[in-house]
């Protein structure tokens, strides 16, 4: 701040841009990083990118009943659910912190 209580513009341009990186980076974390959510006690486990990607899913052949294919499916379904919750957490861990700042404005401004 500059005297007589005005911001300086440099200053916010700077903290803006900073938090873009920040930003940009932590969005970048999470295209690369995997977390991985299960169903059936681990029968079925389902991979996915922190941002909420399906990359993998492994179903061990205990899981398959050919008479009751229903059951896989909710097991599936389930295992994937586990597996974007446990993203979800992972964005908020690395989001969380940056969109507070953002919701919070910068300093100086009126938001």
Do not use: C
């Not at 700042?101 to 910068?106: N, R, S, T, Y």
């Amino acid at each position: 701040m500059i005297p007589g209580g005005q911001p300086n513009m440099q200053e916010l341009l700077q903290q803006a841009q900073k938090m873009q990186q920040d930003l940009a980076a932590a969005q970048q974390e999470l295209a690369e990083a995997e977390v991985e959510g299960s169903a059936g006690g681990g029968l079925v486990k389902a991979t996915v990118t922190g941002a909420g990607e399906l990359r993998a899913l492994v179903i061990d052949p205990k899981a398959v009943d050919p008479d009751d294919t229903e059951t896989l499916a909710d097991l599936v379904v389930a295992a994937v659910h586990s597996a974007n919750a446990a993203a979800a957490q992972l964005q908020q861990a690395k989001l969380g912190p940056l969109t507070q700042a953002l919701g919070g404005g910068m300093p100086g401004l009126p938001f």
